[in-house]
């Protein structure tokens, strides 16, 4: 049978020409930049120029990044080892309540461990507003957490807006930018942005791999200890091929974005007038303009999103129920229910994220058989009557 991938958010295949970029790393340029040998320097040079390559995707000057090996880590690099330097001047750490489960419990661990920690909610859309991180800043307050966009919901934050506000109050500002990195421009110069998080995957470079941007003159503890690579915060052998990967991302995604971002919008509206037209009962989540342009997340009355992604996997359909990185538990997402939908509307969710290689029947696959789907499911449901 045909697959149809519409789950982009949760993992995407590398891109060939990055393939390609890497292939010679694993095999005959392979090396150590650490080493003092003829392999060494040339390995040295090669992880100087991708450390350039990866900061010119966002406007950084190379000495600012770090690789690592993915957001998770970056996300616990930025927060544990800012707010371990920083302990002295305040302990207090805003977050939102939109944000990434790795956030949420890196301050859980954080809280175990003497910090207080504020979480912001969001509007029914997912929006923060940013008076409202304001009203919880206190002498205290040494950092704010708030992801870019959300890779569940889709939903895209005012972080200059945000930036803005943290000026001149002593707060450090961390980014968890993963779900629009690729999507939507970053320009690191012209926003206060202290610590940035970006991952390798997320732009069609290898999995296993992720980055920190770490502003000029930010300090960080380092979390674990060794070797003393990466400014002595990731110590840890540089992984190569997955730089070189990363690198050839990053140059193609800034080659490509504005014009790939349209496409995947147009595709993406498709697919939500379609929904919304045809299928009665079913709501947009998510907020209805800033959004990611490649997400569309949606929530139908009466039934289950579990049971409409197995019918759709019938079909040779890929989509998610919302967060890859919590999907196999049957707690509802903690995004929606902060929006302020019950547990059962969260449970009606479905997640299409299109990607570099999606295509417009991509959405007319999905039309020919979700309306079906959801009726069928509905006759079935207790919950719903189908008139
Ligand atoms: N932040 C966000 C916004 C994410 O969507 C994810 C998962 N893709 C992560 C962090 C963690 O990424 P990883 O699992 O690659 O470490």
Not at 70 to 94: D, P, V
Not at 103 to 112: T, V
Not at 238 to 261: C, F, S
Not at 292 to 302: I, K, L, Q, T
Request: aromatic fraction near 6%.
């Amino acid at each position: 049978m045909k697959e149809y991938y519409i789950d982009y958010q949760s993992a995407k295949p590398v891109d060939p020409r990055v393939v390609e970029e890497m292939t010679p790393y694993f095999t005959e340029r392979f090396g150590n930049p650490a080493s003092l040998h003829a392999p060494g320097d040339r390995a040295t040079a090669v992880l100087d120029q991708c450390r350039a390559r990866v900061a010119g995707f966002i406007g950084a000057a190379p000495e600012e990044i770090i690789f690592t090996s993915g957001a998770t880590e970056s996300n616990n690099i930025a927060l544990i080892g800012y707010a371990n330097k920083n302990k002295r001047t305040g302990n207090h750490i805003i977050i939102s309540e939109v944000e990434h489960i790795s956030i949420h419990n890196i301050a859980k661990f954080l809280e175990k461990n003497g910090f207080r920690i504020s979480k912001v909610p969001p509007d029914q859309f997912g929006r923060i507003n940013p008076e409202k991180i304001r009203s919880r800043i206190s002498d205290d307050t040494i950092l704010v957490s708030v992801g870019w966009g959300s890779s569940e919901i889709g939903t895209v934050q005012d972080i200059k807006r945000i930036a803005a506000i943290l000026e001149g109050t002593g707060a450090a500002l961390h980014v968890d930018a993963v779900a629009v990195e690729g999507l939507i421009p970053i320009d690191i110069s012209t926003t206060a942005i202290h610590l940035l998080t970006l991952s390798s995957n997320d732009i069609y470079g290898p999995q296993g791999l992720g980055a920190l941007y770490i502003r000029k003159g930010v300090k960080l503890a380092p979390i674990t200890m060794g070797g003393g690579q990466e400014m002595g915060l990731r110590s840890g052998t540089e992984p190569l091929a997955l730089i070189a990967g990363m690198a050839a991302a990053a140059d193609i995604a800034t080659a490509e974005m504005v014009a790939e971002a349209k496409r995947l919008a147009s595709m993406r509206n498709r697919l939500i007038e379609a929904v919304l037209a045809t299928i009665p009962d079913s709501h947009l989540n998510g907020h209805p303009t800033e959004r990611v342009p490649n997400n569309a997340h949606f929530r139908f009355e009466g039934i289950e999103g579990e049971s409409l992604l197995l019918s759709l996997r019938d079909e040779g359909i890929a989509v998610s129920t919302g967060s890859a990185c919590s999907s196999k538990t049957l707690e509802p997402s903690h995004t929606l229910l902060s929006c302020g939908l019950l547990h059962e509307e969260a449970h009606g969710s479905l997640e299409f994220t299109f990607g570099r290689w999606s295509k417009e029947e991509d959405v007319d696959r999905v039309m020919e058989v979700l309306p079906d789907i959801v009726l069928r499911l509905r006759r079935l449901s207790p919950l719903y009557t189908v008139n």
